[in-house]
């Protein structure tokens, strides 16, 4: 699929309906009830094809819960999550399977994502080996590692011989494997050095511009999801109280958490000023 | 206060069987001074402040001088470095989940600093220690007191770290990335905590992060550091403002700010080719050569030091003039 094909009045590819989600805590005494937390409360939220949306939020927001829920490994207590318009707790073995592949997942930490005796190569193959694709293997890795930018040796090596951002990247090369239609990313670039943050950044942009991939990109820094997408969602307390353009967001930020994240970026410029701590 | 200078570091070394992680290291942070020690991973820059401390892992020995309250602490014993460290020299960790004692309540650790080395009773170091806490402006700091570590948030529980490191008025304390394991928005406010106690106590403090709006907030002058060695150093408002670098101009271009997002969501981040060299591959020359797109023949046979004056940078080809673009003033 080209990026020119797609439009931004699209259907949804991927989407969560008023979904409702909670845990159970531990009881605090022998005899009490055991509480309940309410983790994200009635939220909508999607991604059209090719379109790049960013969420944020501080930690225990939400953001976290509700990723879970897009990429299908928790159903929601009440609402529904949708892929490609259909309830996804409610797919055919076939359809399920075709979800499974088109929504691809990006961690933190490439380091703890990658199993640290399985050379790349066989590393890349595996998603394609347990979804059962069928096809070039061989070929499909050797594609998939141009577009992001290594070259064919890194095949036969270790993940450990890698630096963060090499890792990180055939962390994106593998989520790629299965041709997915979505790349969820949570906080891809946190875990990187300064100079190879900005390298991952534009990675994902131009997969985005690229192979019409859809991006979800989870982050708590609010300059990181600004750069990389154009639609950002603000979580808190298990809601989403606003969304925006970025640079509507930074500019004038309605909700308080907004306010909170964008008063919390600090820059150079600021700091040079006297003005970052003020 | 004294004039002597909150640490001196001459030609610091820091040395794992064949490899050398540190090469040749010097600064001096004044009475007072605050300095930031700017690098990625495998920079250099936590094996320097280790070495500040005396605290550098089983393997791994440092030489050189180090300066501190009229003694070279690289030729104490650890005896006499365990005298110092909390008293005339402190540190605040990364994660202080792994730097509190998990099975001591947070009072008890702080009063047992002030104990130890002020050598007041246990009553009044329980007090000190209150109004410490007090001071960190923790909520309902009498239950702060009697909590364990992992009762508190991560930022409480750095608030207490900083409150520790504070106890005994130390004339330098270390702050390594203290606040990159805690949410965005509540790293604004420890940071103004930390910037406020150490103005008030007159302490030296030395930054080590690779976060620039964290060293432009909290710092006078910054040193750039790169595969072990120093690249860059000056004052804050030049080297940011007026990179003379290649490797400085590259960490500065390549931060998002809103200012680039605002102008054009469309623009490309600049970012700096390649990666950051191993230990036992650095290039030959200036290590930073096979990204720097100033590099030529010199620069790969011969490694530049740093050149004198206020402003040092080490390269054969350093850059002139003010950054134009949005990161800077």
Request: aromatic residues 2%; charged residues 20%.
């Amino acid at each position: 699929m080209s990026a020119d094909v797609v439009t931004r009045s699209s259907e949804p590819v991927l989407a969560a309906c008023g979904v409702t989600q909670t845990y159970r805590l531990n009881r605090a005494r022998l005899f009490e009830k055991r509480p309940v937390l309410t983790a994200l409360d009635k939220v909508d939220f999607d991604v059209r094809p090719g379109e790049a949306v960013g969420l944020v939020g501080e930690s225990g927001s939400g953001k976290s819960t509700l990723t879970r829920l897009l990429i299908g490994i928790e159903a929601p207590v009440s609402g529904v999550v949708t892929f490609e318009g259909e309830d996804v707790g409610r797919m055919t073995a076939d359809r399920r399977h075709r979800f499974r592949r088109s929504v691809q997942m990006v961690l933190q930490d490439p380091r703890s994502s990658l199993d640290p005796r399985m050379r790349v190569g066989t590393a890349l193959m595996e998603p394609l080996r347990s979804l059962r694709i069928e096809g070039d293997h061989r070929a499909r890795v050797r594609t998939v590692l141009g577009q992001v930018g290594l070259d064919e040796q890194a095949l036969e090596k270790y993940p450990h011989q890698f630096s963060g951002g090499q890792l990180q990247r055939i962390a994106i090369a593998r989520a790629l494997m299965p041709e997915p239609r979505v790349l969820v990313a949570d906080e891809p670039v946190s875990a990187l050095d300064v100079s190879i943050q900005a390298q991952v950044l534009n990675l994902l942009r131009d997969l985005v511009d690229e192979l019409g991939l859809s991006l979800i990109l989870i982050a708590h820094d609010l300059s990181v999801v600004a750069y990389t997408t154009s639609r950002v969602s603000v979580m808190a307390s298990g809601r989403i109280v606003e969304t925006g353009r970025p640079a509507d967001l930074f500019s004038r930020p309605g909700a308080e958490a907004t306010r909170n994240l964008v008063d919390a970026v600090l820059t150079v410029r600021d700091g040079i000023a006297g003005t970052a701590l003020a | 206060m004294s004039a002597v200078p909150a640490v001196q570091v001459r030609d610091l070394h820091v040395r794992a069987g064949g490899l050398t992680a540190v090469r040749g290291v010097s600064f001096t942070i004044p009475a007072g001074g605050r300095m930031g020690l700017v690098g990625e991973s495998g920079s250099g820059k936590t094996l320097t402040a280790l070495s500040l401390m005396g605290l550098l892992p089983v393997g791994l020995r440092a030489q050189g001088e180090i300066l501190h309250d009229g003694v070279d602490v690289t030729k104490l014993s650890d005896a006499q470095l365990s005298r110092r460290r909390g008293r005339t020299l402190s540190m605040v960790f990364q994660d202080p989940l792994s730097a509190l004692n998990p099975v001591r309540r947070v009072g008890h650790q702080i009063a047992s600093v002030i104990r130890r080395h002020k050598g007041v009773g246990s009553n009044e170091a329980g007090q000190q220690a209150l109004s410490l806490v007090q001071q960190m402006r923790l909520p309902r700091p009498e239950r702060i007191m009697h909590a364990y570590p992992h009762e508190l948030s991560g930022g409480q529980r750095q608030r207490v770290m900083i409150a520790m490191a504070l106890a005994c008025y130390p004339q330098l304390i270390i702050a390594d990335e203290p606040t990159t394991a805690l949410d965005v928005t509540v790293q604004k406010q420890v940071l103004r905590l930390l910037n406020e106690a150490v103005s008030e106590r007159g302490c030296g403090l030395l930054m080590i992060t690779h976060d620039l709006p964290i060293v432009a907030a909290m710092c006078e002058t910054v040193a750039v550091m790169y595969a072990g060695r120093i690249v860059e150093m000056g004052p804050v408002s030049e080297v940011f403002t007026a990179p003379r670098h290649p490797y400085t101009r590259g960490l500065l271009d390549s931060q998002p700010t809103m200012d680039n997002i605002a102008i054009d969501g469309s623009s490309r981040l600049p970012s700096i080719p390649g990666m950051v060299p191993p230990l036992d591959g650095l290039p030959a020359g200036c290590a930073f050569h096979p990204r720097c797109p100033r590099a030529d023949d010199r620069c790969r046979r011969e490694a530049p030091m740093l050149d004198g004056g206020g402003r040092r940078a080490a390269c054969w080809h350093p850059l002139e003039g003010t950054l134009t673009g949005t990161n800077a003033a």
